[in-house]
């Protein structure tokens, strides 16, 4: 049986079991081996059904594995889960010769040749249904000194594995944001100091193939406008002051096709530096999307707020579809001056006193969750 002097290796090979899940199988071989026993097992066992699952496993047949799955979990001496982090044996659990008279031991502890089992649990997240570590012994009794060299593990393990439900937690909910980002039909960009792509969702990578109102040079964003290029620089330039001042700030970005678009800014709480103090990590987020009011709803809720006439509302439905006065005129079959008064009289209710304005404030009622 190899001695103590393995246990550094082992240590560290339990926690290189916590970044990498897969290593678990050579972890319980290292354990069965220090220990001392003739299989060890990692498993989860249901308190309530009492039904049990392994996960990794060595020194047993997979016959047995399944057995105990389908049939002999439920007769498991564990049916009264010992404290977190305590070793036990089977006789601190039951009296040992009633054990001996039973379906788990007669059908499956027997038959492999085992007399006697070490039992630790070692995680419980999920209280009703924990992690266990198990070494089964041989014919003889599990002894002092197999218990101590478990226990010495038990720490150990016990962090590997929350380290493992950490990563898989924080994966599921980058993935399940992710999956959300990519469902919006705004374009999403998170940017670092740079303005560099440091990640973009579904909507954001086609408005980069479209290579119109936005593209990247050498990984910075660049849009269609100076002016909102010089903006996002200074805003994203790592200065968290102008960044949070921005939140909220849109600007009106136009294609080359005259479709209009307009881009917020976010600024993002957490921004990560390494020792050079260079930004490795998204100092924020621009949010770009395209103006279109076409929706009955949208007008009226417009209309509704602003308490505009139908005929002011189609005039700035027009001047954020279209463009400007002439065009609106055009659109509309309306003289130019008729455009302007009812223009003017949209300033005042909506209290801008610029067209570009209007496109912002009719952004802000427009739905990036559909198209």
């Given at each position: 049986?190899?001695?103590?002097?393995?246990?550094?290796?082992?240590?560290?090979?339990?926690?290189?079991?916590?970044?990498?899940?897969?290593?678990?199988?050579?972890?319980?071989?290292?354990?069965?081996?220090?220990?001392?026993?003739?299989?060890c097992g990692l498993f989860s066992k249901d308190s309530i059904s009492k039904s049990g699952v392994t996960h990794y496993y060595c020194g047993a047949d997979p016959h047995f594995i399944q057995l105990y799955?389908?049939?002999?979990?439920?007769?498991?001496p564990l049916t009264v889960l010992?404290?977190?982090?305590?070793?036990?044996?089977?006789?601190?659990?039951?009296?040992?010769?009633?054990?001996?008279?039973?379906?788990?031991?007669?059908?499956?502890?027997?038959?492999?040749?085992?007399?006697?089992?070490?039992n630790v649990v070692l995680e419980m997240?999920?209280?009703?249904?924990?992690?266990?570590?198990?070494?089964?012994?041989?014919?003889?009794?599990?002894?002092?000194?197999?218990?101590?060299?478990?226990?010495?593990?038990?720490p150990h393990a016990s962090r590997?594995?929350?380290?493992?439900?950490?990563?898989?937690?924080?994966?599921?909910?980058?993935?399940?944001?992710?999956?959300?980002?990519?469902?919006?039909?705004?374009?999403i960009f998170l940017l670092d100091a740079f303005c560099r792509v440091v990640?973009?969702?579904?909507?954001?990578?086609?408005?980069?193939?479209?290579?119109d109102v936005v593209r990247t040079i050498a990984g910075q964003l660049v849009t269609s406008s100076t002016e909102a290029n010089q903006k996002f620089r200074e805003t994203f330039s790592g200065r968290n002051a102008t960044l949070l001042a921005a939140r909220g700030h849109a600007m009106p970005l136009l294609s080359s096709t005259g479709e209009r678009y307009v881009a917020h800014m976010l600024p993002l709480s957490s921004v990560l530096r390494n020792g050079s103090e260079r930004v490795v990590d998204a100092a924020g987020a621009?949010?770009?999307?395209k103006v279109s009011l076409d929706g009955q709803s949208w007008g009226e809720l417009i209309g509704r707020t602003f308490d505009l006439t139908p005929?002011?509302?189609?005039?700035?439905?027009?001047i954020v579809d279209i463009g400007g006065v002439p065009e609106t005129a055009t659109a509309l079959g309306i003289a130019e001056s008729t455009v302007k008064t009812h223009l003017h009289r949209v300033f005042a209710k909506t209290g801008v006193n610029r067209q570009a304005d209007l496109v912002k404030l009719a952004a802000g009622f427009a739905n990036p969750l559909v198209n």
């Open positions: 049986m190899p001695g103590p002097q393995k246990l550094p290796d082992l240590v560290e090979s339990i926690y290189d079991a916590g970044l990498d899940p897969s290593l678990w199988n050579n972890v319980v071989a290292g354990v069965r081996d220090f220990v001392g026993g003739q299989a799955a389908d049939t002999h979990a439920k007769f498991d010992p404290p977190h982090g305590k070793v036990v044996s089977v006789p601190d659990l039951v009296e040992f010769e009633e054990y001996r008279k039973g379906r788990f031991y007669q059908e499956w502890m027997q038959p492999q040749g085992c007399s006697d089992a070490a997240s999920n209280a009703s249904c924990p992690v266990m570590m198990t070494v089964l012994s041989d014919r003889r009794m599990v002894d002092p000194g197999m218990k101590h060299r478990l226990s010495l593990l038990v590997a594995l929350l380290i493992n439900r950490t990563m898989t937690a924080e994966l599921t909910l980058a993935t399940a944001l992710a999956d959300v980002l990519d469902n919006l039909t705004a374009g990640h973009a969702n579904s909507a954001g990578h086609a408005l980069l193939a479209a290579d621009l949010l770009l999307r005929t002011e509302l189609r005039v700035l439905l027009s």
